[in-house]
């Protein structure tokens, strides 16, 4: 996807009124189009009413029209996440962008699918999306030649309602392309009654 920030910029100042610019401008949309989500509490932290927004490979913004539990930070501190934040070995890449009153969560999507709404991939070994599959959380990963979808289920990684995972023999790095076909065949052997496999650990 395209990065939101404009080509060029004169110093980190401009950046950062630019960053305060988007955060205004995703706000004034999601209030405008979107109910709120009440988050929270956690421990310290206070419930808060965050605003989901999709966001296309084309920087548009989107409703989302189901909002999956899994997309859902949890944060561990007083402070709410920096949506900035360069680590992605969290507990999952979207964050919120806080500050006082309602808060943003923009969630890069990948190509649309009847009944699918798929985050952007992230990562390389392995690769990982995660979205729902006709409302059901699901999780992708590909590594190594290998790649599986976990789908629903009160944890969708470790103890899925349904699991499938086989080999591929492209020997390169697989295209964005190729994962989201992956992402497709997977649903469309949830969808025709393929029955479960074991968890691979």
Known sequence: MASDLPTTYLDYADAFKFGIQ???????????????????????????????????????????????????????GVQLANSDDPDTNGAHRTHYIYGHGPGVVRIELGPSMPGILIERLNGSHPVQSTGLIDGKDFYFRESDGFWSLSVGGTDVVDQPDWYYGEEHDTPAELSEEAIYSLIAKGAALLRSGTPTMAVEQ
Do not use: C, H
């Open 22 to 76: 988007r955060t205004a401008d995703d706000l004034a949309w999601a209030t405008s189009n979107v109910a709120p989500m009440t988050e929270g509490p956690w421990g310290d932290v206070p419930s808060a009413q965050i605003y989901y927004v999709g966001v296309n490979a084309a920087g548009e913004r989107i409703r989302l029209p189901q909002i999956s539990s899994f997309w859902r930070y949890k944060p561990s």
